[in-house]
C-alpha cells in the first residue's frame, strides 16, 4: 500500500496518542471488570477501546465510522453525569437517623486517584518516544502536542492535589508535568525552527539530580516508584546525550512505557474492591527505622513525641502554621524553578537562545508564580514575595534574552530595569535575615544574578564568565533548599538544615520547627495535643463541681483554692509558678475543639498563652513569638480568636460557704453567674447532697486548668500553647 507525505505526517502527530489511550482504557477495562461497583465503567472502556482503534485504522485506511461511536460516548456520559449529580444532590440533602449504631456507613472506596492519572499521562509521553525507536513514527518532534497535553493535565492535577492537601502527589505531578510541558515546548521550537534538536543540558541535570532524590525518598515508601525515578533520570540523561531522537532516547522511551503501563495496572488493582493486586513493594522498609536512622545521622533535635508509630505525627506543619489555606507547601516547586531558569542561562548560545523560553518564561516565570501564590494563600509572606519577585525577573529577562531584544534594550532601560530588580533583591536579603540561612545566602545570589545582567546589558566585558558562575551558585543553592523542603515534606522534619536566622526578630523562624504543631480542624490535630498529656481526674466539691458543671464551656473562670487535688494535675516543681500562692484560675472555653481535646486528656494543666503584663495572643501564631520554644512545647491551632474580649473571673474560694466574689465582669455578666450559682445550690439543697468528692464521668466535668500568673484579660481562644509547666510528672 503506497503511503502519501501527508498521510505519513498525520499517522506520526496521532498515533503515539491514540494508541497511548487505547492501552490506558484496555487497563481501565479489565480494573473495572475486576470491580464489582465498576461495571458501567467497563462499559464505557469498552467503547473507548473501539473508538481508539477506529481512529488508529483510519490514519492509514479510512474505514469511518468514528462518528457513531461518539455519538454513543456523548449520550452514555451525558447519561452518567446527569445521575451522579442526581445522587450526589440527592445524597447532600438527604439525612436519616441511623437506626442501628453498630452497623457504620459504607466506606468510599479509595481510588489513589492522582496517582493513577499520573502514571496514565506519562504512558502518554513516553509513547512518543517509543513509537520513534520502533519506526511506527519517523519524527517524535510531529507528536509534541500529546506531551504537552501530558504535561499541563499534570500541572493541573498537582494544583489540585495541593488543594487537598497531597504535598507528595502534588509535588509529583507538578515536577513532571513541568518536566513533560518543557521538553514538549523544546520540541515545538525545534519543529518550527527546523531545528535537529537543540535541548539545554545544564537544565536536565537538575531533573536528572532531582529525579534521583525522589528516588530515594520513596524508596521507603514503594520500591517500585523508586524504580519509576531511576527510569526518569535514565530518560532524561538519555536527552542530554541523544537529543530527542536517537537508540538510547528511543529505547528509554519504550522502557518507560512499560513501566508506566506496570504502574497503571497496580494502583488500578489497589482500587478498594480489587482482590488481587499487583506487587508494587510496598512497606519493604519500616519509615519510622529510616526516620530514626536519618535523625541520628544528621543530629536533628527531635521532640519526644515524635516516636508515635504514625506516619501523620509530623513536626511542625506549615499547613497549620498561618490559618487554613486550601493549598499545601509548594516551596519545593519554587526553589526548582529558580535553579531550572538559572541553569537555562549557562547553555544558551547566539543560535539556541530562543530555546530558553520555555525554561525561563515557562518555569521560572509561570509555575514559580503559581507557587508564590500558593505560598500567599497560606500566608507565608516573605517566601510568597520572594517568589512573586523572582517569577516577574525570570519573565522578563528571560523573554529579552530568548528574543535576543538584549541589544536593542540595552541603555537606559535595561540599567532601570536591573536597578529596580537590584532594589527589591536588597530588600529580600535584609527580610531574609529574620527567616533562615538558605533563603538569605539565595536573597544575595539573586542580587549577584542581576548584577550580572545589567553588566551584560551594558556590555560590560567579561560580564558572560561572571553570570556562567553566579547562574551555578544561585542553582545549586535552590536546589538544596528545593530538596531540604521535599525532604521535609516526605519525613516530617528538618533532615538538611536550613540554619537559623540570621537576626532573631521572632521565636517563629528560629525555634518553630522544635515545635509539635497540630490542625485544630482535624481530629487527629487534638489527638496528636492529647498524647503529650495525661489525665488527672481529682474531683473537687461537689458544690464546685456541679457549678462547673453548670456553667461550662462558656467564658467565666473560676478563681479556686489550691489544695492537694493540684497535686494531681502533674505540675511538680512548677506548681509555684501558677496561679497565685494560694489560688489557681480554671476555665473551659465554649470551643468544641477544646473540648474534643478535653474528652481526649481529661484535665489540662496550661500556663497562660501570653507573658505577665503583655498584651493578649489572638492567633496561634503569636504564641510561638511571645513564649518561644523553651515555653511552649505544642501549640494546637486554630486561627484568630472568635472573640477578643475579657472572660468573667469569679471568686469561689469561699464557695463551699455560698459565697462568690467578683474579680472582673467579662462577656458573662455578674447576675447571669448569680442566677447559675443559685440554681446549682436549690437543686442540691432539694436532693439533699452536700459538698464532697465526686466521681462524676460525665465529659463536661472535665477540667482545663489554665493557669495564671495574675488575672488577665485572656481572650476565649481556642490556640492553646501545651506549655513545659503543663506536663505530668
Known sequence: MNVSNSTISEAEQYFPGFSSYMVIF????????????????????????????????????????????????????????????????????????????????????????????????????????ASNIITITLNPFNAFSWCLTSGLFQVVMGISASRRHDPHSATLLLLHGVFWSSIASSMMLNLFLDSTGTIPIPVLSIFIFLFIAFSMMDFSLELFRSCYHIVFALFTLALCINGFQGTFIGSMGLIGFVFSLYGLSAYISRVSGVAKKIPIGRKIFNKEIIKNKLKNIFKSKVNDVSKQ?????????????????????????????????????????????????????????????????????????????????????????????????????????????????????????????????????????????????LLKGVDVMSADILEFVVSILFALACIYAALSSAIKNAFGRDILPTGLPSIQMSKLHSEGTKAVWADGRRATGVQKIADQ????????????????????????????????????????????????????????????????????????????????????????????????????????????????????????RNIDEGKLGFFRIGLTPKSKVEEIFDRVKQRQSDSGSDSGISQSNDHQGDLIDEAKSSVQNVPPSTSSAIGKAGKTQ
Not at 53 to 73: A, C, D, S
Not at 96 to 102: D, H, I, Y
Not at 609 to 630: F, R, S, Y
Request: hydrophobic share 50%.
Open 309 to 453: 508509630n504514625s506516619v501523620n505525627n509530623d513536626l511542625f506543619s506549615k499547613d497549620a502554621m498561618l490559618g487554613y489555606s486550601k493549598y499545601v507547601t509548594m516551596e519545593t516547586i519554587g526553589f526548582a524553578s529558580n535553579a531550572i531558569a538559572s541553569f537555562s542561562f549557562i547553555w544558551v548560545t547566539a543560535e539556541t537562545q530562543l530555546l530558553i523560553i520555555p525554561w525561563t518564561v515557562g518555569i521560572g516565570g509561570f509555575v514559580q508564580l503559581a507557587s508564590g501564590f500558593i505560598c500567599f494563600s497560606r500566608g507565608l509572606t516573605f517566601e510568597s514575595l520572594s517568589f512573586l519577585i523572582y517569577a516577574s525577573f525570570w519573565s522578563i529577562w528571560g523573554t529579552v534574552r530568548g528574543l535576543g531584544l538584549l541589544t536593542i534594550a540595552q541603555g537606559s532601560g535595561i540599567i532601570i530595569g536591573c536597578i529596580s530588580f537590584m532594589v527589591a533583591g536588597i530588600l529580600l536579603s535584609v527580610l531574609s535575615t529574620v527567616v533562615n540561612k538558605i533563603w538569605l545566602v539565595i536573597s544575595l545570589l539573586f542580587d549577584l544574578i542581576v548584577l550580572c545582567f
Open 26 to 129: 484496555v487497563i481501565f477495562l479489565f480494573g473495572s471488570l475486576a470491580h464489582k461497583d465498576f461495571k458501567l465503567g467497563a462499559a464505557i472502556s469498552v467503547i473507548c477501546v473501539i473508538l481508539y482503534i477506529f481512529e488508529i485504522l483510519n490514519l492509514w485506511v479510512k474505514i469511518g465510522g468514528t462518528e457513531i461511536i461518539y455519538i454513543l460516548l456523548t449520550v452514555i456520559t451525558a447519561f452518567l453525569s446527569f445521575h451522579n449529580a442526581k445522587e450526589n444532590f440527592s445524597f447532600s440533602n438527604k439525612i436519616e437517623p441511623l437506626e442501628n449504631k453498630s452497623v457504620l456507613p459504607k466506606k468510599v472506596p479509595k481510588t489513589h486517584d492522582f496517582v493513577i492519572i499520573w502514571y496514565a499521562m506519562n504512558i502518554l509521553s513516553y509513547c512518543v518516544f
Open 533 to 652: 498529656l495525661s489525665e488527672a481526674k481529682e474531683a473537687l466539691g461537689q458544690l464546685t463541681w456541679d457549678f462547673m458543671n453548670e456553667l461550662w464551656p462558656s467564658n467565666v473562670s473560676l478563681v479556686l483554692k489550691k489544695g492537694e487535688w493540684i497535686d494531681s494535675l502533674g505540675l511538680g516543681y512548677a506548681e509555684k509558678y501558677i496561679g497565685r500562692p494560694d489560688s489557681i484560675a480554671i476555665r473551659i472555653p465554649d470551643s468544641s475543639i477544646t473540648c474534643h481535646l478535653i474528652d481526649k486528656t481529661g484535665p489540662i494543666a496550661l500556663t497562660s498563652a501570653n507573658p505577665t503584663g503583655e498584651a493578649d495572643t489572638t492567633h496561634h501564631l503569636q504564641v510561638l513569638a511571645k513564649l518561644g520554644i523553651k515555653n511552649c512545647d505544642g501549640i494546637l491551632c486554630d486561627g484568630p480568636s472568635r472573640e477578643n474580649a475579657a472572660s468573667t473571673v469569679v471568686d469561689c
